[in-house]
């Protein structure tokens, strides 16, 4: 999906931007996600406060996919053609 999606975006080459920025948005949340939700919990001494700001970047990524759920669509169907075409 990912490099579909980057393909039709970005044109050809355009998968290796996306895994690298897959991975590195995947790296800084596991860097700074722990950091600020110990901060918090310290600040804070509440569990449910400090994992509830948990929900803020699951929520922005939900409305990324949903605004893009057309595109998201399309590139899986494409996908699944080439794939079924292949066979």
């Known amino acids: ?6 393909t ?18 995947w790296a800084a949340g596991t860097i700074v996600g ?7 919990y310290d600040y804070t001494n ?3 406060i ?5 929900a803020i970047p699951m929520a922005m990524g939900l409305l990324i996919t949903l605004g893009n759920r057309q595109l998201l669509s ?4 494409s996908e699944m053609s080439k794939r079924h075409e292949s066979e």
Do not use: R
Request: glycine residues 24%; negative net charge; hydrophobic residues 45%.
């Open 1 to 6: 999906m990912v490099d579909t999606a980057t």
């Open 8 to 25: 039709q975006v970005y044109g050809e080459g355009g998968a290796g931007l996306a895994f690298g920025a897959f991975g590195t948005a």
């Open 34 to 40: 722990p950091l600020v939700i110990g901060g918090v």
């Open 46 to 48: 509440n569990w449910g």
């Open 50 to 54: 400090s994992l509830g700001i948990l």
């Open 74 to 77: 399309d590139c899986y169907n």
